[in-house]
Nanobody
Framework: QVQLVESGGGLVQAGDSLTLSCSHS????????IGWFRQAPGKEREFVGR????????YYADFVKGRFTLSRDNTKNTIYLQMNKLTPEDTAIYYC?????????????????WGQGTQVTVSS
């Protein structure tokens, strides 16, 4: 039994910050990379970033431009996505997913288990 659960989404104003959480079921996920994706209305799901299984390797999408930061707390079985300087373009459903390999890239096919997503809405 494995699962990923996102939380922390909500309605914020442009320029605000928001931290999303991705909780997993335990040891099964600790040696796997976790990626974040998002999907805006009418758009394809796009890659946001990935934190490696060893916490030392990161992969961020170009649009992040230093605004987002990934972190991981194995004690709490949680991965965090800290988002700063949010804009309306960041409005989307955000998903976390488990990587199929140790260092997956930006393709959704490189991930297997997915959460249900959490809605982030940024107003102007």
């Amino acid at each position: 039994q494995v699962q990923l659960v996102e939380s922390g989404g909500g309605l914020v104003q442009a320029g605000d910050s928001l931290t999303l959480s991705c909780s997993h079921s335990g040891d099964t996920y600790r040696t796997r990379s976790i990626g974040w994706f998002r999907q805006a209305p009418g758009k394809e799901r796009e890659f946001v970033g990935r934190i490696s299984w060893d916490l030392n390797r990161f992969y961020y999408a170009d649009f992040v431009k230093g605004r987002f930061t990934l972190s991981r707390d194995n004690t709490k079985n949680t991965i965090y996505l800290q988002m700063n300087k949010l804009t309306p373009e960041d409005t989307a459903i955000y998903y976390c997913a488990r990587g199929r390999t140790l260092v997956p890239g930006p393709q959704s096919s490189e991930y297997d288990h997915w959460g249900q997503g959490t809605q982030v809405t940024v107003s102007s």
